[in-house]
DNA sequence: ATTGAAAATGAGAAACATTCTCAAAAAGGT
DNA sequence: ACCTTTTTGAGAATGTTTCTCATTTTCAAT
């Protein structure tokens, strides 16, 4: 799938296709959950046993710079990556049973529109980022219910 | 100020009010910056020496519990804190100089709005984030030059 | 005001995520 | 295949945030 657009863009900032990067991209694209550098770690030992953790970090760091990757902070303390998509989207977690809502907000283009043209800015990342309890765990707002 | 409002959200949730607790509120609602914790700690440590940093994220957390204050993930390694406003607001942060635009969106309640309806969410908090460059920076786009 | 139980604090240790270091291994142009 | 440069692995180091626990403080009831 993205092979080819992985390389290219690696060569063209000048950089490397490593097995390890290709690895990386790989178990990205195959999930379409949020992933956090230890799980991603976790998934590629399954397929290259040697990998190691700081150059999954490398890795995802060089990914979001060459657009192939983006970094996510739903509320833990710490990230989550996930392959570019086609279009924009935002996110909602679930406090209560960690479900992420993925959806499109038209507006939010709007918001940047005005942004720009009042303040003259260059916007190069937008993050919208909600959280509080889905449908089904509004009846109860807290205990120990896990996902799905 | 907020005096009274920090005793009766305090008492209202079963907490004492300790003079520690009111310091950091007070360091923040004087600060109409973002506050990082080891700054706010800095602050109150200028007047109560012996304020400790576990107490001021002890209080941080309790604060954000009962609504009076706001933490920040403003694409640093770390957060920042901010006393609540009056009316919602979000966040610009120029990834040269680092200044931090504020600005109101009031599209971002139609969307919420809009998810409410299609998911039946119940939510609790909305962060929107945007980074990139300032007008200021965008002659350059990178190298040394700080704040105001 | 005094007391006593429960909650909060200070100090440093611990936990966690992330980045750094550097010798050894791999990539890619020639 | 060779050589130069980049990348990697492993663990040490860093930075932020949380935990532990003995001591202190708060506050409701005396």
């Known amino acids: 799938m993205g092979e080819e657009r992985l390389s290219k863009k690696l060569h063209a900032s000048g950089h490397r296709l490593t097995r390890q990067r290709r690895l990386v991209m790989e178990v990205l694209e195959e999930s379409d959950e949020h992933l956090d550098a230890e799980t991603l770690h976790d998934r590629a030992k399954a397929r290259d046993a040697n990998i190691s953790l700081a150059t999954v970090y490398r890795t995802l760091a060089l990914l979001k ?3 192939l990757v983006e970094e996510h902070r739903l509320g833990e303390d710490h990230a989550h990556f996930e392959a570019v998509q086609e279009d924009p989207h935002y996110h909602f977690t679930c406090l209560r049973c960690g479900r992420v809502i993925e959806f499109d907000a038209p507006q939010v283009m709007e918001v940047m529109q005005e942004l720009r043209e009042r303040y003259g800015l260059c916007i190069t990342d937008v993050h919208l980022f909600l959280s509080g309890y889905c ?3 509004q009846p109860f707002e807290q ?5 799905d």
Do not use: F, H, L, S
């Open 135 to 137: 449908a089904r765990c």
């Open 143 to 147: 205990g120990g219910q896990d996902e």
């Open 65 to 67: 710079n060459v657009g």
